[in-house]
């Protein structure tokens, strides 16, 4: 019997010793996957904030080139045009630039995740009824977040605080009025869309659809390095990634894009060469002999104002008919929102870009563009 229970109590030595080896082996397996996920995640960041990067630095050796080249041309008409040096370099940017960063993109990540852009263009996997609604609720939102960009803007220069904003008035001479008509409704809401939905959004989508929205749509916002245009640009990046994510097209997003800046475009070329304080102070003689320009100029603000209503109305339908509940993908990595974030803002290339990005937003508010 003695036999019988000192083997029994070996066994079971062996036996615990076993569970906490096996324990501790699959902590450490724990341990590895926590490692390996933390590694994807950081890829996906790095991958997504290249784009960023490498815009930031070619845009600084575009702008620096046209730069050199007009300041020999320093004198000459064609060197005093401003739109001509606007026209060179939204062309640069536009037609060089932004297809070689995706087609870097394409080369380093698409091709590896089926990430191909041709599947951007597929048809909306919603009723055309849905896009119509909800292409004027993110059009007129777009606005609504403008007009409060506005008036923080406004309070912040009542307390003596000047942000410096960059100027898109590409003047009235006919390269200006060329850039106004091209660069804003045609080649802005084609690489754009692209660039931030077709690529750095769907790159992102593994983490979760929610979270991939509002990421890309803050890299969107601060891409553009302008303090008053950074916050609805940011609310329009959220929701073109959020018509995206329902619709699985760009067209949708590429059709919001392109009325608020073809509306935009209209403005700005009806603006050229007008006084405002001719207009404010009531000018008959003025008034009458610019009655076209600010014709277009009433109807656009009226309609834009039109939009924003009719935005306002079919959002608050939509919420309290699906009771504030939009399903998303939630993402292939279950941990907490703070850890996703924390991983994919350790990344370095997304450090860099974003550190980037802030710092021009900032130093244009300040010193300007």
């Known amino acids: 019997m003695e036999w019988v229970k000192l083997w029994q109590s070996i066994k079971l030595s062996f036996k615990n010793l076993n569970f906490r080896c096996s324990q501790k082996f699959i902590r450490k397996d724990n341990q590895m996957d926590k490692k390996l996920i933390n590694r994807e995640i950081r890829t996906l960041s790095n991958y997504s904030s290249l784009p960023l990067l490498c815009f930031v630095i070619l845009s600084q050796m575009c702008s620096y080139f046209v730069y050199f080249i007009f300041d020999l041309l320093k004198g ?34 698409g091709k590896r995740v089926g990430l ?21 609720i993110a059009i007129g939102l777009t606005y609504a977040l403008a007009f409060s960009s506005s008036i923080i803007s406004s309070l912040l220069e009542s307390v003596g605080i000047n942000l410096n904003t960059t100027d898109i008035s590409f003047g009235d001479s006919p390269f200006g009025i060329i850039t106004t008509v091209v660069a804003l409704p045609l080649f802005a809401p084609l690489f754009e869309e692209l660039l931030f939905r077709g690529s750095i959004y769907r790159n992102n989508e593994p983490m979760g659809q929610w979270f991939a929205i509002i990421v890309s749509g803050v890299a969107f916002g601060l891409w553009h390095t302008n303090c008053v245009q950074t916050i609805y640009a940011t609310g329009m990046g959220i929701i073109a990634c959020a018509l995206y994510a329902k619709t699985r097209s760009v067209i949708p997003s590429m059709i919001v894009h392109f009325v608020i800046n073809s509306i935009a475009a209209v403005q700005q070329l ?39 209503i ?5 959002s608050i339908i939509e919420l309290v008919k699906h009771r504030g509940r939009f399903p998303l993908y939630k993402g292939r990595y279950n941990m907490s929102l703070g850890k996703k974030l924390g ?24 010193y300007g563009g």
């Open 270 to 308: 009806c603006s050229n060469g007008i006084d405002t304080d001719e207009i404010i102070g009531v000018n008959p003689e003025y008034i009458s002999s610019h009655i076209a320009q600010i014709s277009v100029l009433g109807l656009s603000e009226l309609l834009v104002f039109g939009i924003v």
């Open 310 to 314: 009719a935005a306002i109305v079919l």
């Open 343 to 366: 991983v994919y803002f350790s990344a370095p290339v997304t450090v860099v870009a974003y550190a980037v990005l802030i710092f021009e937003t900032i130093a244009n508010a300040l």
């Open 116 to 136: 191909s852009l041709k599947t951007c263009f597929v048809k909306p996997a919603k009723p055309v009824g849905w896009v119509i609604k909800y292409v004027i």
């Open 76 to 109: 000459t008409d064609i060197g005093n045009d401003y739109g001509f040096k606007m026209f060179i370099s939204y062309c640069l940017i536009y037609l060089v630039i932004m297809p070689l960063i995706l087609l870097i993109f394409s080369e380093l990540r």
